[in-house]
């Protein structure tokens, strides 16, 4: 884990908190990365992509918000799908996923 204190240490006296947080012991300052930035992964799905498919559908605007959402959303459905496809394909003795395991995972 990496860790900020010479962040906090290299800045401008002039930020009040920083005066404040000097008077610690220095075990106090160690603050870890995750805690001051958002951590996100890349989607797999271009967003633009979604946002066509949702206009297609009758939306006539989306918001970088809800396109975000949709792709979350549309990655899950995909991932539970293939799993699903995947099960019935080793079922059926193959490591290939074709058209019918998708349409009977789609099913159920």
């Known amino acids: 884990?990496?860790?900020?204190?010479?962040?906090?240490?290299?800045?401008?006296?002039?930020?009040?908190?920083?005066?404040?947080?000097?008077?610690?012991?220095?075990?106090?300052?160690?603050?870890?990365?995750?805690?001051?930035?958002?951590v996100r992964k890349m989607a797999d799905l271009p967003i633009a992509a979604v946002v066509?498919?949702?206009k297609k559908n009758g939306a006539e605007r989306v918001g970088s918000?809800?396109?975000?959402?949709?792709?979350?959303?549309?990655?899950?459905?995909?991932?539970?799908?293939?799993?699903?496809a995947n099960k019935l394909a080793e079922h059926a003795g193959r490591k290939t996923i074709k058209k019918e395991d998708v349409d009977l995972a789609s099913k159920s």
């Open 1 to 38: 884990m990496r860790f900020v204190f010479h962040l906090l240490n290299n800045m401008r006296s002039n930020i009040p908190m920083l005066d404040n947080m000097r008077c610690f012991p220095k075990k106090y300052l160690y603050i870890p990365i995750d805690f001051l930035f958002e």
């Open 65 to 84: 918000d809800a396109a975000e959402a949709l792709v979350v959303k549309a990655e899950k459905y995909i991932a539970q799908l293939t799993k699903e």
């Open 52 to 54: 066509r498919i949702a």
